[in-house]
């Protein structure tokens, strides 16, 4: 029976890096959250009360607004370690 080619070549192992473990600066996770909580309450208040004074001057346009906060508190969650 004939003998298995052995393997020339090493495995490869990636280059070592320094473990530095990189932490969010201390804004943003309460930016975060309040952000989504304006855009949450934001959209609500338009449903609820949509004849209020700041409200019902900008129609449709709350929602978009509301929209607006919350995708900015998605976009910082992306940059939370």
């Given at each position: 029976?004939?003998?298995?080619?052995?393997?020339?070549k090493?495995?490869?192992?990636?280059?070592?890096?320094?473990?530095?473990?990189?932490?969010?600066?201390?804004?943003?996770?309460?930016?975060?959250?309040?952000?989504?909580?304006i855009?949450?309450?934001?959209?609500?208040?338009?449903?609820?009360?949509p004849?209020?004074?700041?409200?019902?001057?900008?129609?449709?346009?709350n929602?978009?607004?509301?929209?607006?906060?919350?995708?900015?508190?998605?976009?910082?969650?992306?940059?939370?370690?």
């Amino acid at each position: 029976m004939p003998k298995p080619k052995t393997r020339k070549k090493a495995v490869y192992t990636p280059p070592q890096k320094s473990q530095e473990v990189k932490l969010s600066p201390r804004w943003l996770a309460p930016t975060m959250v309040v952000s989504w909580i304006i855009g949450i309450l934001w959209i609500a208040i338009y449903y609820v009360a949509p004849q209020a004074p700041l409200f019902g001057t900008l129609a449709n346009w709350n929602l978009l607004i509301g929209f607006v906060f919350i995708i900015f508190g998605v976009v910082l969650s992306t940059r939370w370690r």
